[in-house]
């Protein structure tokens, strides 16, 4: 049977590619048409000629092989599931015509069987590393650039000879609370700074983690000689801290930033006059 | 953390550094808080070290990236004669991480062949999840490209189970 398999497929391979890579360079939006007829029947060639070896050898090897290369030559970019189901529909339609045509035994039909069930594991797998390996370079571009995002989203700015504000915005989890204690640290030490304003009036929510970074920036500030002044601790941050039993008295609190500013001025010994 | 008697080879430890080499600024701090300026390919770090670096890439970074660190750390190795192909490499993935880490505690990595084109891999070792998944993914690639990499639904050491076990098919 498989010699006669064999011989039918061998023979009929031209036609096939002829006619499968014709059909396939018609169906519009698809990547046969946009490569053409040349390209496409380059394409179904190689394919059929992976199948014409296997089905002499009864086994999938040449498909495993080749698939992944002939898929790379017909389209740089990954082939779309609908360009695979076209040329996997356009082959088997045409070849269980030919065999039936000539009338071959059952295991004829289900040595083409076995072959295309492969095509069709094998295009799975493709189809499938192709996507994940999308999503994950995607996914770990966002990643970096997030993480990027958080760094760089801790603004210190001066606002006068000796004083320098800190407004935090947005959620502060642990990660961005040790950036944070970096980031002041590294600013207090090269401007030598006298008082830090830590706004923290856009923060909605901490932890206890976060907390605890945030006292522990307090003293590791002074100790470069800083006084850090804390601003606009909203409710539920007064609460966490209030509900962790720590000793706070340390800490110098302002309820806005305008209060801190006096503050500042104050232990500046600088005041603001009206002209 | 839980604590692991080892030793880790920095030539494998700085597969994050290039993995993160799009952001300076992450990786500085990533290394400044595990107390290390750069990272010595041919010195011996403390397993934990190395742990706590990836598992702060994970937590900190994103799993992607660590997935990317383990991508990236097959990406830059070398594989012996004979290794040269799928089922070589998983089988030989043990030796390979012994290599790499040595110490009483470093766990093991144990790879069933279970047909022709299908194997199951267990990494029962002290690393996150999504490292390995990149490491095995990594070996596979280099001699399947389109091979599948799934988690099995029998524990993950990211949720205390003692190792993850994937399927790999190709």
């Keep these: 049977m498989r010699d006669e398999l064999s011989a039918l497929l061998e023979q009929a391979a031209p036609a096939i590619v002829r006619e499968v890579a014709g059909a396939l360079s018609q169906r519009s939006g698809s990547v046969y048409r946009a490569r053409g007829v040349v390209a496409t029947g380059r394409a179904v060639g190689d394919l059929v000629a992976a199948m014409v070896a296997d089905v002499a050898a009864g086994n999938g090897k040449q498909l495993r092989a080749g698939l992944r290369d002939i898929l790379s030559r017909l389209s740089e970019e990954a082939i779309s599931f609908r360009d695979l189901r076209l040329v996997q529909e356009a082959l088997r339609t045409d070849l269980f015509t030919r065999i039936e045509a000539a009338d071959l035994p059952l295991a004829a039909l289900r040595a083409v069987e076995d072959w295309f069930h492969e095509l069709t594991h094998q295009c799975s797998l493709y189809l499938l590393a192709q996507r994940e390996h999308l999503i994950d370079r995607q996914a770990s571009e966002i990643e970096v650039k997030l993480a990027e995002q958080r760094q760089l989203s801790i603004p210190i700015v001066p606002i006068y000879e000796g004083v320098l504000l800190a407004p935090l915005v947005g959620n502060l989890d642990a990660y961005r609370a040790q950036v944070l204690t970096t980031r002041v640290l590294e600013v207090v030490g090269r401007s030598h700074a006298r008082l830090l304003l830590l706004d923290v009036s856009g923060v909605p929510k901490v932890d206890q983690e976060v907390v605890d970074h945030l006292l522990r920036t307090t003293r590791a500030v002074r100790l470069l000689g800083c006084q850090t002044v804390l601003i606009g601790i909203a409710a539920e941050l007064a609460r966490t801290m209030a509900g962790l039993d720590l000793d706070t008295s340390e800490l110098v609190v302002r309820r806005s930033l305008q209060e801190g500013l006096s503050h500042a001025l104050a232990t500046l010994g600088l005041a603001v006059a009206r002209r | ?170």
């Design chain 2, 1 to 170: 953390m839980k604590s692991f008697k080892g030793q880790y080879l920095g030539a494998a430890l700085r597969s994050f550094v290039r993995a993160l080499h799009q952001s300076e600024a992450v990786l500085r701090q990533i290394l400044r808080n595990h107390g290390l300026e750069r990272i010595d390919e041919e010195q011996w770090y403390d397993l934990n070290t190395a742990r706590s670096i990836y598992y702060t890439v994970g937590a900190q970074v994103g799993e992607r990236s660590l997935h990317g660190v383990g991508l990236q750390m097959i990406d830059a190795a070398q594989f012996p004669p004979g290794i040269d192909d799928i089922r070589a490499v998983l089988q030989s993935l043990d030796a390979a991480y012994r290599m790499n880490c040595r110490g009483p505690e470093i766990g093991a990595i144990i790879c069933e062949l279970e047909g022709d084109h299908t194997a199951s891999v267990t990494f029962a070792t002290p690393f996150p999840c999504a490292l390995t998944r990149g490491i095995l993914q990594g070996c596979a690639r280099k001699f399947a490209p389109d091979a599948l990499i799934e988690h099995s639904r029998e524990g993950c050491v990211d949720r205390n189970g003692p190792s993850c076990c994937f399927h790999v098919e190709w």
